[in-house]
């Protein structure tokens, strides 16, 4: 099992037993465990008894139900109380602005115990009317549900990557000659469709076992669709003959809008990919009027007007990046010490790690207290004696306040090299206020980094809205770095804004926000998007060298 399906576990138990007025205790229990599991990166699966009670706030008990859960995938509890709570209720559980006590009421009192009984009494204003909600928690109800209807049958971006390259280790098993394509080689960051190339006489198609695609269908005559594994995204298998190879690969590997775009002859792309037979997709942009572009680029935006000024080499790539600076250790939430999470960092080849603990207000994150951060900076000062060529920077990760205010008072903030500003508490703002809130912690002299700009988590939250022109805008003036979370559970910001960043000169740094050792590979998730929207080596802060760095920040 998967950390997040343990948590699953433990979490869906937690709300459970608070629903059904089940020991509150445990439920209060639950929700703690499920908090600092969900941060924790290593392999939980793998972890004996023993090594599972030294995570915080698993015990003996808690210990045994960790290992039930490893073990069956659930546990008696759980499977007691799901039998009676209807199917309904727990989907429920998906909406966002209602909590347990919300959904108890809902299920009592309304006999609402489905998402569309739910819908329909939001749209007649039923919910508006019930002591507790109002009409503010109705239209927040109705986003939430259109929210979740969007993001049905769709997969993060590192979950879509391990089903197609499971997928495509399956089709060679089977002896066909195959190769990923689509929305996975494009590193969207969600993902509603695994497409795979299927090089092989038309006829061969009859070759796949009825058990490999559940519910398929084949859409056209060479095109093949359906699910695998009780995935609820879909699958695409395309059959295509050998010799169309560079042609179907370069077709499949872009979007439609990049297949539209037209060249000062008035061609479309299509056309001239279908136009004559090429040895190598280069040859095809070139006959169009262009260098060959990237797949993570062929989206229809930008890309053709970016590779008339830039090479592709110009592109951030994970080897260019030098080092780190959004990462917790046990001062705050994360899994290992300080000195254990630079050595990693370390030894991964980069030249600088930075840590960036939650600040004092977030008390569930166990955020630094003044002191306990001034002690974390002379632990530094002692670690970095002993580093040659390496160095840990002095960052926190600070909570910007309801008024847009930083976490620490200058006396404290001065004394760091740098500072990541993010939003955590009172997420619910309308567009004015979140770009207001935003904006003045952006003008405050010490904030170095914007972190994950709009607190979204991908197909579970949406994140609050933002005027991001006035906040790239604001970033300019003064000299503030945008995060680009490097999370396959965030990507926050949007790739999409990349382009307006780099037009306003906002540098942007891909940062993994570690809370364990696992959690620097993320990275790569991070430059797979900055690469969709065109950032450029030049214009990554983490891809500054430690003497660049150092002086970028004014350390001495």
């Known amino acids: ?40 990166e290593g392999n939980l699966a793998e972890l004996p008894k023993n090594e599972l ?8 008990a808690m210990s045994s139900t960790i290992s039930e859960i490893i073990e069956n995938g659930t546990t008696e509890e759980l499977e007691n109380l799901i039998a009676y709570t209807p199917e309904g209720v727990l989907e429920m559980f998906k909406v966002k602005g209602i909590g347990v006590k919300k959904i108890k009421q809902l299920w009592n009192e309304l006999g609402i115990d489905n998402l569309n009984e739910l819908r329909i009494a939001c749209e007649n204003g039923k919910i508006a009317q019930t002591k507790g909600f109002g009409e503010k928690t109705q239209v927040s109800i109705l986003e939430s549900l259109a929210f979740l209807q969007a993001q049905a049958g769709k997969l ?32 969207n960051e969600t993902v509603d469709k695994i497409s795979f190339l299927i090089f092989e006489a038309l006829k061969e198609k009859n070759k796949l076992p009825e058990s490999f695609i559940e519910n398929y269908q084949f859409s056209s005559p060479n095109i093949w669709r359906g699910n695998y594994a009780n995935e609820k995204v879909e699958i695409e298998l395309i059959f295509v003959h ?13 979007s439609v809008f990049h297949l539209a775009f037209k060249n ?17 997709e280069e040859s095809i942009y070139a006959s169009f009027g262009s260098k060959w572009i990237v797949p993570e680029m062929r989206e229809g935006l930008q890309e053709f007007e970016w590779i008339k000024t830039h090479d592709n080499t110009d592109l951030i790539s994970w080897e260019d990046l030098k080092g780190s600076v959004h990462n917790h250790s046990t001062y705050s939430d994360g899994a290992f ?27 569930y994150a166990s955020g630094l207290s003044p ?28 909570d910007i306040l309801g008024d847009g205010s930083l976490d620490y008072d200058s006396e404290i903030l001065k004394q760091l090299d740098y500072v990541v500003a993010s939003v955590h508490a009172n997420l619910n703002m309308d567009l004015e206020k979140a770009t207001s809130r935003i904006i003045r912690a952006v003008e405050n002299e010490y904030t170095t980094i914007l972190g994950h700009p709009t607190g979204r988590l991908l197909l579970s939250r949406k994140g609050y ?4 022109k006035k906040v790239i805008d604001a970033c300019a003036a003064n000299e503030v770095i945008m995060e680009i979370n490097a999370s396959p559970y965030r990507l926050d910001l949007d790739w999409r804004w990349i382009a307006y960043c780099l037009e306003k000169g906002v540098k942007l740094s891909i940062n993994p926000d570690a809370h364990h050792t696992n959690g620097f590979a993320d990275m790569k998730w991070g430059v797979a998007v900055a690469r969709k929207g065109g950032l450029t080596k030049d214009m990554t802060f983490n891809a500054l060298g430690l003497k660049e760095i150092t002086s970028y920040l004014n350390i001495v």
Not at 264 to 280: G, H, L, M, P
Not at 376 to 386: C, G
């Open 1 to 40: 099992m998967t950390n997040s399906e343990i948590v699953d576990v433990i979490e869906l138990s937690g709300k459970l037993l608070e629903l059904h007025d089940k020991d509150a205790n445990r439920a209060k229990l639950y929700g703690s465990l499920a908090y600092n599991l969900d941060r924790y």
């Open 53 to 60: 009670q030294k995570i915080r706030g698993v015990g003996q």
């Open 156 to 187: 993060r971006i590192n979950k879509a990557h391990e089903l197609a390259n499971e997928i495509l280790a399956d089709l060679k098993t089977l002896g066909f000659d195959a190769k990923i394509c689509g929305q996975v080689v494009r590193n």
């Open 242 to 254: 050998k010799e169309d190879e560079i042609k179907e690969t370069l077709i499949n590997n872009s």
């Open 264 to 280: 000062e002859r008035n061609e479309s792309f299509y056309k001239v990919i279908n136009s004559a037979t090429y040895n190598a």
């Open 337 to 363: 010490s300080l000195k254990d999470m630079a050595d990693f960092c370390q030894n991964l080849g980069l030249e600088y790690f930075g840590i960036a603990d939650h600040s004092q207000t977030a008390t």
């Open 371 to 398: 002191g306990r951060l001034i002690q974390q900076m002379e632990e530094i000062d002692k670690l970095n004696a002993d580093y040659e060529g390496f160095r840990i920077l002095k960052g926190t990760e600070s």
């Open 465 to 468: 809205p933002l005027d991001f």
